[in-house]
């Protein structure tokens, strides 16, 4: 069978990967809408090469210099950030790649999973503003979500079947499963003097030892909210209690995640750190195709290490972890504050170590406003995501600029 496939975030870092797997499997998938920001020259060369049905660009500029530019092709060409959601749950596909960077994929992600699409998730902010809403939407749509984050692919491919299935609702404890455990490499700064965190350039922060991703999750796994994050995108896919949750450093990133089972046996998901991988799995999935990623030497690796996760080095990710067992409010109102102070500092604006301060007022101050017990619906779990924006850009202004 041929999958019609919406690549939401075409020219993106997994956009790229996305494509990679694509051109080696012409017969299986067909791109058959795309979407992306601004980029004109690289959606360009995306149209030329596919030849998708439906290209979308949210900028108006962008989108008017690449209808000229498509002026003979078969491809339509449309505006703004409504198409997109339209495009990602309209007939042209079966499949949608979700993998717009931040909120902005809320919505496309969300018309997707409405639209009961099989959606391979690489989106993870979008759940974690939505979690349970998100979870509901799927199961009421028939919506099949394959997780594309590397570490929730891993822990996927790890469970039972019959888990697999049940993804949102399975019952971990009845599947023999005593743990997940959610590994990450600790990022750039993993060995740095806590001293001279403060003074880590942007630059520096989206150098990240194993892998080549987007700005905002390179600065992410820096302060390690990326693995926050994941944290709270796995209690919802996996359906964990905060005791089925762990989190374990593990600085090659040989190893994605595991599963810990009653029995004593643990299961890892193992591979180079190249989002070709899972992209491929959820792609083909319950079959397996080639990604064009060699296997792993192990003879080359030698050594696996493992440690504890230093709240003092990494306090986004206690922000995270506590944040996901205070309620949806505490977790849409962190990934707001986090995406405005990634922002500023990769603008230089704040320093590293204000990402975190940013969060952790932001945090306080929603909490202390009356409207955060009712998050039912997603307008107004967008409500509260402007709200927690304005009061993230009016902390920056008062905290210490670089
Ligand atoms: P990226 O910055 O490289 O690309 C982001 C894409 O989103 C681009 O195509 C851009 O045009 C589009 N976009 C940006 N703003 C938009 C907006 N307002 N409206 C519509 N489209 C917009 O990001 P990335 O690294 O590819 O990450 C994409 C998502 O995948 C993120 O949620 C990230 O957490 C997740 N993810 C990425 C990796 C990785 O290796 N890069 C791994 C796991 C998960
Ligand atoms: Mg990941």
Not at 379 to 401: C, F
Request: proline share 3%; glycine share 6%.
């Amino acid at each position: 069978m041929t999958h019609k496939l919406c690549l939401l975030g075409a020219t993106g870092s997994i956009g790229a990967s996305t494509l990679a797997v694509l051109r080696q499997h012409p017969e299986r998938f067909e791109l058959t809408a795309v979407t992306a920001h601004s980029n004109v020259e690289q959606l360009l060369a995306i149209c030329q090469e596919f030849v998708p049905q439906i290209a979308v660009m949210v900028d108006e500029h962008a989108a008017r210099r690449l209808t000229a530019a498509l002026a003979n092709s078969s491809t339509t060409v449309l505006c703004g950030a409504e198409a997109v959601a339209e495009v990602a749950a309209d007939a042209s596909s079966d499949t949608v790649m979700a993998a717009i960077v931040g909120g902005a994929g809320l919505l496309p992600t969300f018309a997707a999973v409405n639209a009961g699409k099989r959606v391979l998730l690489a989106n993870k902010e979008a759940l974690v503003m939505s979690g349970q809403l998100f979870i509901d939407a799927a199961a009421t749509s028939g919506a099949q979500i394959l997780p594309v984050d590397s570490e929730h692919n891993a822990i996927f491919q790890c469970l039972p079947a019959a888990a697999q299935d049940q993804l949102g609702h399975c019952d971990l404890a009845a599947a023999g499963i005593h743990k997940i455990l959610l590994t990450g490499s600790g990022g750039p700064f993993r060995e740095l003097a806590l001293t001279e965190l403060a003074q880590q350039t942007p630059a520096a922060a989206c150098a990240h030892p194993n892998w080549d991703m987007g700005q905002k999750i390179s600065v992410d796994s820096a302060t390690m909210m990326n693995k926050g994050l994941e944290y709270i995108e796995a209690r919802w896919l996996f359906n964990c209690t905060a005791q089925q949750l762990d989190v374990v450093l593990h600085p090659q990133s040989v190893i994605h995640s595991m599963v810990s089972y009653v029995d004593g046996s643990v299961l890892a998901q193992m591979g180079q750190p190249d989002m070709r991988t899972p992209i491929a799995h959820c792609l083909s999935y319950p079959e397996r195709v080639l990604s064009g990623v060699e296997p792993l030497d192990f003879l080359s690796i030698g050594n696996l290490s493992f440690a504890a996760a230093d709240s003092t080095r990494y306090p986004c990710l206690d922000l995270a972890m506590k944040a996901c067992w205070q309620g949806q409010w505490a977790t849409t109102a962190l990934n707001a504050a986090n995406e405005v102070a990634v922002a500023a500092f990769l603008s230089e604006q704040i320093k590293f170590t204000s990402i975190a301060t940013i969060c952790s007022a932001v945090i306080e101050r929603v909490q202390q406003a009356s409207n955060v017990a009712k998050l039912n619906s997603i307008e107004a779990i967008l409500s509260l995501d402007e709200q927690a924006r304005a009061y993230a850009r009016e902390r920056i202004k008062q905290v210490e600029t670089c």
